[in-house]
């Protein structure tokens, strides 16, 4: 417990970056590997992360950003992007689970009907899971960059539109957070002080 409760303590939304310390490939594919042990519904595992590291992505995901620098001085800056369609895919997606003896095909064919009944023709609730699911994996990729040194600033403030057509989105793929990611540079507010819990807690 109290390894995690530092890294959550310290962790601070980062937007000065040191543009000069690079983040491996090693280390990227870690971050994703991490994020995507995050809960789904199903285990739907309904995301999709794209690792923008060359000048030119940054350039043209800063543009999407409406000019945030810290996308092009960030080491990397993930788009981390939820899916629409995780309902047609999810028998293919739990086969893993059943040749590893976790689920039976009982529980897999139970799962799968319930899922296509209800997101089948359901856009709102097939939008609302593919957010829960890419949000979850986003806090769960910041957490683990905190454990490995990084910093991270997770973005909201980007065009939807631009991005899914700069980086080639397909119509089931909805960007739907940015996480600058790399090394502090001098200049960043510590953790701001949050709400008392006595004023955001309600026990029943």
């Given amino acids: 417990m109290h390894a995690i409760?530092?890294?959550?303590?310290?962790?601070?939304?980062?937007?000065?970056?040191?543009?000069?310390?690079?983040?491996?490939?090693?280390?990227?594919?870690?971050?994703?590997?991490?994020?995507?042990?995050?809960?789904?519904?199903?285990?739907?595992?309904n995301w999709k992360f794209i690792a923008v590291t060359s000048q030119a992505a940054k350039e043209a995901l800063k543009d999407a950003a409406y000019g945030q620098q810290k996308v092009v001085d960030a080491a990397v800056t993930f788009i981390v992007c939820g899916k629409l369609d995780a309902h047609r895919q999810l028998e293919e997606t739990l086969q893993p689970a059943r040749d590893k003896g976790i689920l039976s095909q009982a529980v897999i064919d139970s799962w799968v009907g319930m899922a296509k009944g209800s997101h089948t023709d359901n856009p709102g609730l097939q939008r609302d899971e593919a957010f829960r699911s890419a949000s979850l994996a986003a806090m769960t990729l910041m957490l683990a960059a905190e454990g490995m040194g990084l910093a991270t600033g997770p973005m909201s403030g980007f065009d939807p539109a631009a991005v899914s057509a700069k980086f080639g989105l397909a119509r089931d793929e909805i960007p739907i957070i940015l996480i600058a990611t790399g090394y502090k540079a001098p200049g960043n507010w510590p953790q701001k002080p949050r709400k008392p819990v006595s004023d955001v807690l309600a026990i029943v």
Avoid: G, M
């Fill in 5 to 45: 409760q530092q890294l959550i303590e310290s962790r601070i939304s980062t937007n000065q970056f040191d543009s000069a310390r690079p983040v491996s490939p090693a280390q990227i594919h870690e971050l994703v590997r991490l994020a995507t042990l995050a809960p789904s519904a199903y285990n739907f595992q």
